[in-house]
Protein backbone atom coordinates (compact mmCIF):
# COMPACT_ATOMS: atom_id res chain seq x y z
CA UNK A 1 0.00 0.00 0.00
CA UNK A 2 2.94 2.58 0.66
CA UNK A 3 3.90 2.20 -3.20
CA UNK A 4 0.41 3.18 -4.36
CA UNK A 5 0.18 5.73 -1.50
CA UNK A 6 3.13 7.34 -2.69
CA UNK A 7 2.28 7.14 -6.24
CA UNK A 8 -1.05 8.90 -5.67
CA UNK A 9 0.08 11.37 -3.20
CA UNK A 10 -1.11 9.91 -0.24
CA UNK A 11 1.12 10.89 2.58
CA UNK A 12 3.13 13.50 2.16
CA UNK A 13 6.35 13.88 3.90
CA UNK A 14 6.86 16.62 5.98
CA UNK A 15 10.21 18.92 5.84
CA UNK A 16 13.12 17.68 8.10
CA UNK A 17 13.05 20.04 11.22
CA UNK A 18 16.74 20.36 11.26
CA UNK A 19 16.19 21.83 7.70
CA UNK A 20 13.61 24.08 8.46
CA UNK A 21 15.60 25.67 11.51
CA UNK A 22 18.65 25.56 9.87
CA UNK A 23 17.51 27.31 6.75
CA UNK A 24 18.59 31.12 6.11
CA UNK A 25 15.64 33.34 5.52
CA UNK A 26 15.53 33.81 1.75
CA UNK A 27 16.32 37.23 0.57
CA UNK A 28 15.96 38.59 -2.78
CA UNK A 29 19.45 38.67 -4.54
CA UNK A 30 20.49 41.96 -5.01
CA UNK A 31 22.01 42.50 -8.64
CA UNK A 32 25.14 44.30 -8.54
CA UNK A 33 25.24 47.90 -9.44
CA UNK A 34 26.99 47.76 -12.70
CA UNK A 35 25.79 51.38 -13.95
CA UNK A 36 28.28 53.43 -13.70
CA UNK A 37 27.70 56.97 -12.00
CA UNK A 38 27.05 59.00 -15.27
CA UNK A 39 29.42 62.04 -15.06
CA UNK A 40 28.26 65.68 -14.20
CA UNK A 41 27.23 67.72 -17.86
CA UNK A 42 30.22 69.42 -18.83
CA UNK A 43 29.55 73.43 -18.50
CA UNK A 44 28.91 74.92 -22.12
CA UNK A 45 31.78 77.18 -22.93
CA UNK A 46 30.53 80.61 -23.11
CA UNK A 47 31.31 83.03 -25.65
CA UNK A 48 34.44 85.18 -25.69
CA UNK A 49 34.19 88.46 -24.87
CA UNK A 50 36.24 90.60 -27.59
CA UNK A 51 37.88 92.78 -25.65
CA UNK A 52 40.23 95.21 -26.90
CA UNK A 53 43.47 96.52 -24.37
CA UNK A 54 43.72 99.96 -24.45
CA UNK A 55 47.17 99.99 -26.23
CA UNK A 56 45.65 97.96 -28.84
CA UNK A 57 43.02 101.13 -29.42
CA UNK A 58 45.19 103.66 -29.11
CA UNK A 59 47.71 101.58 -31.93
CA UNK A 60 44.43 101.40 -34.52
CA UNK A 61 43.62 104.66 -33.57
CA UNK A 62 46.70 106.03 -34.72
CA UNK A 63 46.85 103.37 -37.94
CA UNK A 64 43.48 105.37 -39.13
CA UNK A 65 45.38 108.91 -39.18
CA UNK A 66 47.79 107.91 -41.75
CA UNK A 67 47.36 108.48 -45.56
CA UNK A 68 47.61 106.60 -48.73
CA UNK A 69 51.00 107.46 -50.57
CA UNK A 70 52.39 106.14 -53.24
CA UNK A 71 55.27 103.30 -52.78
CA UNK A 72 57.97 105.89 -54.43
CA UNK A 73 56.20 108.87 -51.70
CA UNK A 74 56.71 106.03 -48.56
CA UNK A 75 60.39 105.17 -49.59
CA UNK A 76 61.12 108.74 -50.49
CA UNK A 77 60.05 109.21 -46.69
CA UNK A 78 61.69 106.30 -45.39
CA UNK A 79 64.76 107.50 -47.03
CA UNK A 80 64.64 111.16 -46.04
CA UNK A 81 63.99 109.07 -42.02
CA UNK A 82 67.62 106.94 -42.76
CA UNK A 83 69.42 110.32 -43.50
CA UNK A 84 67.86 111.94 -40.17
CA UNK A 85 69.63 108.93 -38.39
CA UNK A 86 73.21 109.59 -40.26
CA UNK A 87 73.87 113.23 -38.90
CA UNK A 88 73.22 111.93 -35.14
CA UNK A 89 69.36 112.83 -34.80
CA UNK A 90 67.49 110.17 -32.85
CA UNK A 91 64.60 108.51 -35.32
CA UNK A 92 62.39 105.32 -35.04
CA UNK A 93 63.62 102.10 -36.51
CA UNK A 94 61.15 100.63 -38.96
CA UNK A 95 61.40 97.37 -40.23
CA UNK A 96 59.96 97.13 -43.70
CA UNK A 97 59.06 94.60 -46.58
CA UNK A 98 59.71 95.23 -49.94
CA UNK A 99 57.28 93.40 -52.79
CA UNK A 100 58.64 92.72 -55.77
CA UNK A 101 56.77 92.57 -58.84
CA UNK A 102 58.38 88.84 -59.71
CA UNK A 103 56.52 87.23 -55.97
CA UNK A 104 59.56 87.68 -53.91
CA UNK A 105 60.29 89.92 -51.21
CA UNK A 106 62.81 91.61 -48.86
CA UNK A 107 62.43 92.33 -45.12
CA UNK A 108 64.98 95.16 -43.74
CA UNK A 109 65.83 98.87 -42.97
CA UNK A 110 65.85 101.35 -45.75
CA UNK A 111 69.17 103.14 -45.74
CA UNK A 112 69.29 105.40 -48.46
CA UNK A 113 66.91 105.94 -51.28
CA UNK A 114 67.75 107.94 -55.05
CA UNK A 115 64.22 109.04 -56.35
CA UNK A 116 63.09 107.13 -59.53
CA UNK A 117 65.86 104.95 -59.48
CA UNK A 118 66.63 102.81 -56.78
CA UNK A 119 66.47 101.88 -52.83
CA UNK A 120 69.33 100.37 -50.82
CA UNK A 121 68.08 97.80 -48.24
CA UNK A 122 69.98 96.57 -44.74
CA UNK A 123 68.78 93.01 -44.64
CA UNK A 124 67.20 91.52 -41.28
CA UNK A 125 68.70 88.00 -41.33
CA UNK A 126 67.53 84.88 -39.07
CA UNK A 127 65.13 87.07 -36.80
CA UNK A 128 67.86 90.41 -36.72
CA UNK A 129 66.89 93.45 -37.74
CA UNK A 130 70.42 94.37 -38.77
CA UNK A 131 72.91 92.30 -40.97
CA UNK A 132 76.11 92.62 -42.91
CA UNK A 133 74.11 91.92 -46.13
CA UNK A 134 72.69 94.82 -48.00
CA UNK A 135 70.12 94.89 -51.48
CA UNK A 136 70.43 97.42 -54.34
CA UNK A 137 66.82 97.13 -55.52
CA UNK A 138 65.13 98.57 -58.73
CA UNK A 139 62.83 100.97 -57.78
CA UNK A 140 60.58 99.73 -60.86
CA UNK A 141 60.41 96.53 -59.52
CA UNK A 142 59.12 97.28 -56.23
CA UNK A 143 54.95 96.82 -56.19
CA UNK A 144 54.09 97.33 -52.08
CA UNK A 145 55.77 98.05 -49.08
CA UNK A 146 55.14 96.58 -45.20
CA UNK A 147 55.69 98.18 -42.47
CA UNK A 148 55.94 96.40 -39.06
CA UNK A 149 55.42 98.83 -36.40
CA UNK A 150 53.18 101.37 -38.31
CA UNK A 151 51.91 103.97 -35.58
CA UNK A 152 55.77 104.75 -36.13
CA UNK A 153 54.75 106.00 -39.20
CA UNK A 154 53.10 108.90 -37.17
CA UNK A 155 56.42 110.66 -36.69
CA UNK A 156 56.23 111.44 -40.54
CA UNK A 157 54.00 114.58 -40.93
CA UNK A 158 53.99 113.79 -44.55
CA UNK A 159 52.11 110.30 -44.25
CA UNK A 160 49.49 111.33 -41.25
CA UNK A 161 46.53 113.48 -41.26
CA UNK A 162 46.85 116.37 -39.65
CA UNK A 163 44.33 116.46 -36.76
CA UNK A 164 41.07 118.43 -37.39
CA UNK A 165 41.22 122.11 -35.60
CA UNK A 166 38.27 123.29 -34.09
CA UNK A 167 37.50 125.52 -37.15
CA UNK A 168 37.19 122.28 -39.02
CA UNK A 169 34.64 120.83 -36.88
CA UNK A 170 32.65 124.01 -36.64
CA UNK A 171 32.48 123.88 -40.86
CA UNK A 172 31.94 120.35 -40.15
CA UNK A 173 29.17 120.99 -38.19
CA UNK A 174 27.57 123.03 -40.42
CA UNK A 175 28.35 121.22 -43.64
CA UNK A 176 27.04 117.68 -42.44
CA UNK A 177 23.31 118.91 -41.43
CA UNK A 178 23.17 120.95 -43.93
CA UNK A 179 23.87 118.14 -46.72
CA UNK A 180 21.47 116.00 -45.14
CA UNK A 181 18.46 118.27 -45.54
CA UNK A 182 18.42 119.27 -48.48
CA UNK A 183 19.14 115.35 -49.81
CA UNK A 184 16.05 114.94 -48.27
CA UNK A 185 14.32 118.77 -48.20
CA UNK A 186 15.69 120.58 -50.88
CA UNK A 187 15.37 124.72 -49.76
CA UNK A 188 14.43 123.70 -46.38
CA UNK A 189 16.24 125.96 -44.95
CA UNK A 190 15.32 128.92 -47.56
CA UNK A 191 12.02 128.36 -47.19
CA UNK A 192 11.84 129.15 -43.15
CA UNK A 193 11.78 125.81 -42.39
CA UNK A 194 13.58 123.82 -39.40
CA UNK A 195 16.66 121.69 -40.92
CA UNK A 196 18.58 119.62 -39.02
CA UNK A 197 21.15 120.81 -36.52
CA UNK A 198 24.20 119.56 -35.23
CA UNK A 199 25.12 121.16 -31.84
CA UNK A 200 28.16 120.67 -29.62
CA UNK A 201 29.43 121.65 -26.32
CA UNK A 202 33.12 121.99 -26.42
CA UNK A 203 33.70 121.02 -22.71
CA UNK A 204 36.46 118.36 -22.24
CA UNK A 205 37.06 117.69 -26.49
CA UNK A 206 38.49 120.83 -27.32
CA UNK A 207 42.02 118.98 -27.02
CA UNK A 208 43.89 116.52 -29.94
CA UNK A 209 42.06 113.56 -28.77
CA UNK A 210 38.81 115.34 -28.30
CA UNK A 211 38.16 117.10 -31.64
CA UNK A 212 39.65 113.74 -33.56
CA UNK A 213 36.77 111.71 -31.49
CA UNK A 214 34.28 114.37 -32.35
CA UNK A 215 35.06 114.51 -36.08
CA UNK A 216 34.48 110.63 -36.02
CA UNK A 217 31.24 110.57 -34.26
CA UNK A 218 29.83 113.42 -36.22
CA UNK A 219 30.70 111.75 -39.50
CA UNK A 220 29.10 108.66 -37.85
CA UNK A 221 26.05 110.15 -37.04
CA UNK A 222 25.64 111.95 -40.19
CA UNK A 223 26.07 108.48 -42.15
CA UNK A 224 23.28 107.13 -39.55
CA UNK A 225 20.76 109.34 -40.01
CA UNK A 226 21.31 109.28 -43.28
CA UNK A 227 20.89 105.75 -43.58
CA UNK A 228 17.70 106.16 -41.50
CA UNK A 229 16.01 108.86 -43.41
CA UNK A 230 16.72 106.40 -46.84
CA UNK A 231 14.90 103.39 -44.78
CA UNK A 232 11.79 104.81 -43.09
CA UNK A 233 11.48 107.80 -44.97
CA UNK A 234 11.94 111.60 -44.73
CA UNK A 235 9.61 112.38 -41.64
CA UNK A 236 12.47 111.19 -39.40
CA UNK A 237 14.44 114.44 -40.21
CA UNK A 238 11.24 115.96 -38.83
CA UNK A 239 10.99 113.69 -35.67
CA UNK A 240 15.14 114.00 -34.59
CA UNK A 241 15.44 117.72 -35.34
CA UNK A 242 19.02 118.38 -33.69
CA UNK A 243 22.02 115.88 -32.78
CA UNK A 244 23.59 117.25 -29.88
CA UNK A 245 27.36 116.00 -29.03
CA UNK A 246 28.73 116.04 -25.46
CA UNK A 247 31.67 114.48 -24.00
CA UNK A 248 31.04 111.45 -22.05
CA UNK A 249 32.52 107.92 -20.53
CA UNK A 250 31.16 105.87 -23.59
CA UNK A 251 30.70 106.51 -27.31
CA UNK A 252 26.39 105.94 -27.74
CA UNK A 253 23.45 108.08 -28.76
CA UNK A 254 19.82 108.51 -27.11
CA UNK A 255 17.13 110.33 -28.41
CA UNK A 256 14.90 112.41 -26.15
CA UNK A 257 12.10 114.38 -27.68
CA UNK A 258 13.27 115.82 -30.93
CA UNK A 259 16.65 116.14 -30.13
CA UNK A 260 19.73 113.08 -30.00
CA UNK A 261 22.53 113.10 -27.60
CA UNK A 262 25.57 111.06 -28.78
CA UNK A 263 27.65 111.08 -25.91
CA UNK A 264 31.47 111.03 -27.35
CA UNK A 265 34.57 109.25 -25.40
CA UNK A 266 37.77 110.09 -26.81
CA UNK A 267 40.28 106.86 -26.67
CA UNK A 268 37.20 104.51 -26.29
CA UNK A 269 37.09 103.03 -30.17
CA UNK A 270 35.04 104.41 -32.62
CA UNK A 271 31.02 104.24 -32.55
CA UNK A 272 29.27 102.61 -35.94
CA UNK A 273 26.45 103.70 -38.11
CA UNK A 274 24.50 100.15 -37.24
CA UNK A 275 24.52 101.13 -33.50
CA UNK A 276 23.69 104.67 -33.96
CA UNK A 277 21.28 104.07 -35.98
CA UNK A 278 19.20 101.54 -33.91
CA UNK A 279 19.30 104.23 -31.03
CA UNK A 280 18.11 107.05 -33.69
CA UNK A 281 15.56 104.14 -34.61
CA UNK A 282 14.71 103.31 -31.25
CA UNK A 283 14.04 106.85 -29.87
CA UNK A 284 11.23 107.55 -32.86
CA UNK A 285 9.08 104.82 -32.35
Known amino acids: MSFWSDLFGG ?54 RLLSRKVERVLEQLGALAARGRTGEEVPSLTVTLHLAHGHSMTGEVVD ?23 Y ?21 TLVRPNPTRQDLVALQEKLPHAITEQFWPGEASLGGRPLRFEVDWVGLDDEPGRRALET ?52 GDPTVSAFKKAFAAGIR
Not at 233 to 252: H, N, S, W, Y
Open 11 to 64: KKKEPAAEETATAPPTTKAEAPNTLKPEPPPKPKPEPRKQQQKPEEDEDMEGVQ
Open 137 to 157: VDLSTVVAVSVGNADKLLELA
Open 217 to 268: AMNVAGHAMRALAQEQGREVLRKITTLRFIKGRDTRAAVEGETATVTVAPGS
Open 113 to 135: YVARESVLMALGKEGLLRSASVA
